[in-house]
């Protein structure tokens, strides 16, 4: 196939064998360990009687390959688990069950994504905002005073670590000025506006964070497309310089961002440990760092996966925002 589908074809194939490999990296690394697997993914509180059930539902007996399939066949088609008196079913995708609380990882996951993706959500929508607007100004203002402070913020923005960010906005919007309250997670279906409100500390701490770096990224890029021969004939022509900037040179250093973004959504979704633990928001990274404290392997495994799929999910995304900024990508 050519043109625009068989470009599609070709990553969306891609992104399944990315998929395949990670569940397989995932499952070495985690159930193909040294030491008893059937006692390390149940946890050090299991009984006995407990660990060997395990060791029957991971099938520890069978060859490696035996046991790869059935944990993909569990992702794919679900499965059964005995739960001691009776089995319950684990509909496809199926993560397993949380030896801590018996519940499907899968619910567990559910329960706490909304959190994360709104805070990566609204979070991405401001350092794009911010980033990319002050590397344009940035670029556009080169030699200037302009550049100067600009330049001095987004290495003071890089530099800040996110707690420090959160808890200084803690102190002086929600302490001193008292302007917000401080951070209570609120379901966007039971109130949008309050949700929005009690998320705004958190979207500018991240927010602030990661706009340093597309700043950078951005005024590197458009420097380099400023220096373009296509950009000096437009100016040749007599293109004013704001349409230079907003309609051409843009567009042509939107793609390194575009991959930057990709990559920071992804790893945000289960990255933004500081922030969910700084404002207390019951997110992804806050219960995989329980998990792993209280050596929950299923849940650990099942948040990672999740977090995978999300980084392969959201560079597929930009491949294709790849195509449409510029259509010579679909030739490649």
């Known amino acids: 196939m050519n043109g625009f589908g068989g470009f599609l074809l070709r990553r969306t194939i891609g992104t399944l064998a990315t998929l395949l490999a990670i569940s397989v990296i995932v499952y070495v690394v985690f ?27 991971l099938h520890l007996d069978d060859p490696l390959y035996v046991r790869y399939w059935h944990f993909l066949q569990g992702l794919v088609a679900g499965q059964d688990y005995s739960t001691g008196t009776s089995v319950e079913h684990c509909s496809a995708p199926c993560l397993g069950l949380s030896y801590q609380t018996d519940q ?38 080169r030699g200037r005073l302009t550049e100067r402070v ?47 409100w009690n998320l705004l500390l958190p979207w500018l701490s991240l927010a602030l964070i ?27 022509y007599g293109v004013g310089e704001r349409s230079i900037v907003g309609r051409h040179a843009l567009r042509g250093a939107l793609a390194p961002v575009i991959a930057l973004n990709a990559n920071n959504f992804g ?18 990274g806050q219960e995989l760092v329980h998990a792993v404290n209280v050596v929950d392997l299923p849940v650990v495994v099942g948040m990672v996966l999740v977090i995978g799929f999300f980084v392969v999910l959201a560079n597929a995304v930009a491949d294709v925002l790849y195509a449409v900024a510029d259509r010579r990508v679909v030739l490649t």
């Open 31 to 57: 159930y193909v360990t040294p030491g008893n697997v059937a006692q390390i993914t149940c946890g050090p509180r299991c009984s006995p009687e407990q660990v060997h059930q395990v060791a029957l539902q």
């Open 104 to 141: 499907q990882v899968l619910g567990i996951i559910l329960t706490r994504l909304p959190v994360s993706l709104s805070l990566v959500f609204g979070a991405m929508v401001l350092w794009l905002v911010l980033g990319v607007g002050t590397g344009v100004l940035s670029a556009w203002r």
């Open 150 to 196: 600009l330049t001095a913020l987004t290495l003071a923005g890089w530099a800040t670590p996110v707690f420090v960010i959160g808890l200084v906005l803690m102190i002086v919007v929600c302490g001193e000025l008292q302007l917000l309250p401080f951070p209570q997670y609120v379901k966007f279906t039971d109130d949008p506006e309050q949700w929005a």
């Open 210 to 236: 990661e706009a340093a770096s597309f700043a950078r990224l951005t005024r590197a890029s458009m420097l380099e497309t400023l220096a373009e021969d296509h950009i000096r004939t437009f100016r040749a």
């Open 267 to 284: 790893s945000a979704v289960g990255g933004a440990v500081l922030t969910e633990t700084l404002f207390g928001l019951p997110g992804l």
